[in-house]
């Protein structure tokens, strides 16, 4: 029997459900962060097969958009790792210029549509 793949959620702000039964119903066996920070340790010994992120536009980081892009830099040193972020309409903008120049498999706005999450996942 194959190992269970695995995903990590990383919940900064929240404000959405708990989408852990959708990702275990996957058939991924789930680790939460609840920092960026956290996650980016986490990512020492675990690698996923998807990681679950929110994009927290910082308007005064000087040198990036988001912590988001600490991540999405360590993440790139796990090739098999797909990125799945979550995000404000409104910051669709500052995140474009995240999107062009790391590898993100997909972007779901809130309100997080279960059914668009559920679909992500089977494509990851």
Sequence with gaps: MAAPRTLLSITELGGYPDFTPLYEKAGYAVT???????????????????????????????DRTSSLESLLAVIQRIPKTRVIVFYDKEHEHQLARVTSRFPIRATLAYPI????????????
């Design 32 to 62: 939460k962060a609840v920092s960026v920070r956290k996650a980016i340790a986490a990512l020492k010994s675990l690698q996923p097969d998807v990681v679950v992120a929110e994009f927290n536009f910082q308007s005064d980081f000087r």
């Design 113 to 124: 549509q279960p059914e668009a999450l559920e679909a992500c996942l089977k494509e990851a």
